[in-house]
Every structure is written in structure tokens, then in C-alpha cells.
């Protein structure tokens, strides 16, 4: 396990709907990034977080939105749910101190919207 | 658990052979990469990366090679064990200093008993 931890594990929303997705990173991780996974399909980089600002982000629209708290837990935010963002959420934390620059991801969080 | 990968290439092999997983990266700026392994119902396992700099590196039982001239990566897996079956991925970091990985396709590894 790498101990990142996501809630919830499934969720289900309604078209136009919004959600909250949660990650707790692992201990001495202060950068967190999100991915979304679409069924057959690698993940694709939503944005990252550093010391609690948004320091990076793909080719996601404004209504994905982030947070990242002093503890380095993170929340992804989605207003204004599209049937094409049923996918998984990934979040990944890594240490930028030394030359640790894998990523650890955690178990993702199932979206489904209808 | 979801189902990764419906529609993936899959390579099939023995158990105790050695597999060979493909990937082609797509920007020459890249200068990290790193091989993700992902079973169903999990996030993506970090198994082993690889700078630009270098043009193989070893682990235990797994050895990635890098030839940026074709800008191919592939990732070797000694003695095929069935829980090695999973999803494989390669992901390229370009060094903007972000380190936000761009992932491949993936691939479909069955390991048959």
C-alpha cells in the first residue's frame, strides 16, 4: 500500500450535479496531483498542488477546481457534471525534497454520472 | 473492482517466462519516465523509473531500457509470475519542473499458469 488514502471509493451524481473528491497523501508528501482515468484509457493529469497553490494543470475546464490543505490533503472539485466525466479520480502525493520524485497514487475514486 | 483496460493490447506469456512491454513516448523533452503496474480495482503501482541520462536501469526481477533515439521505452520482467498480470503503463514527465506524468495507452500483461 502506499498510503494514500481516497474517499469515497464510489460515487454517483446526477448530470449538472457537483462533487467533492478527497485524498488524504502520504506522510511527508507536500505535492499532490490529480488524474482522471477513463475506462480503457491511461490517466490524464488534472492539475497539482504545491504548498497549497495550483502550480500546474492540463486541458481540464475552470469547473475542475482544487484544494490543498496545510496537513497536504487535497480535494478535487467538479461543478456542473457531464456524463463524460464518469471516470476514476486519481490523486498521487510526492516529496520534491532529495531526488524522490515518484509518484504514489492512491485507489481512486469511481465516479459515475447519469 | 472496475475492469482497466477493456480494449488494450495484451501480451500473453508462461508463467516463468520473460515478458517485454513496448512503449513509444511522444515528446523528445522528456527526461523522466516511469513504469506503472495497475490491477483492477487499484490506482497505478510505481515499479521503476528511469532519466533521460541513462539507457537502462534495473530492478529486482524488472529492467527498463530507454532509447531516446526512437524515443522507445520498454520494461522486462524476469520470470513472469500470475501476479504480474495487470495493466501496464509507461508515463513521461517533460521537465518544466511540475512533474505532471503523461501516460501511455497501456498494456494488458495475462500471465497463464
Known amino acids: 500500500e502506499t498510503g494514500v488514502t481516497q474517499s469515497p471509493t464510489h460515487l454517483i451524481k446526477t448530470r449538472g450535479q457537483q462533487v467533492t473528491l478527497r485524498c488524504s497523501s502520504q506522510s511527508g508528501h507536500n505535492t499532490v496531483s490529480w488524474y482522471q482515468q477513463a475506462l480503457g484509457q491511461g490517466p490524464q493529469f488534472i492539475f497539482q498542488?504545491?504548498?497549497?497553490?495550483?502550480?500546474g494543470r492540463g486541458n481540464f475546464p475552470p469547473r475542475f477546481s482544487g484544494l490543498q490543505f496545510p496537513n497536504y490533503s487535497s480535494e478535487l472539485n467538479v461543478n456542473a457534471l457531464e456524463l463524460d466525466d464518469s471516470a476514476l479520480y486519481l490523486c498521487?502525493?510526492?516529496?520534491?525534497?532529495?531526488?524522490?520524485?515518484?509518484?504514489?497514487f492512491g485507489p481512486g475514486t469511481r465516479l459515475t454520472v447519469t | 473492482g472496475e475492469s482497466v483496460g477493456l480494449h488494450l493490447p495484451t501480451l500473453s506469456v508462461q508463467e516463468g517466462d520473460n515478458s517485454i512491454i513496448n512503449c513509444a513516448y511522444s515528446?523528445?523533452?522528456?527526461?523522466?519516465f516511469i513504469w506503472y503496474k495497475q490491477e483492477s480495482g487499484k490506482g497505478p503501482q510505481f515499479i521503476i523509473d528511469?532519466?533521460?541520462?541513462?539507457d537502462k536501469r534495473q530492478g529486482q526481477r524488472v529492467t527498463v531500457l530507454l532509447n531516446k533515439t526512437v524515443k522507445h521505452l520498454s520494461l522486462q520482467i524476469a520470470a513472469t509470475q500470475p501476479g504480474d498480470s495487470a495493466v501496464y503503463f509507461c508515463?513521461?514527465?517533460?521537465?518544466?519542473?511540475?512533474?505532471?506524468?503523461?501516460f501511455g495507452s497501456g498494456t494488458r500483461l495475462q500471465v497463464q499458469p
Open positions: 508515463a513521461e514527465n517533460i521537465g518544466t519542473g511540475r512533474r505532471a506524468l503523461t
Open positions: 515528446n523528445s523533452a522528456s527526461d523522466y
Open positions: 528511469i532519466r533521460s541520462n541513462m
Open positions: 498521487a502525493s510526492r516529496s520534491t525534497s532529495g531526488t524522490a520524485y515518484e509518484q504514489y
Open positions: 498542488y504545491y504548498r497549497e497553490e495550483e502550480n
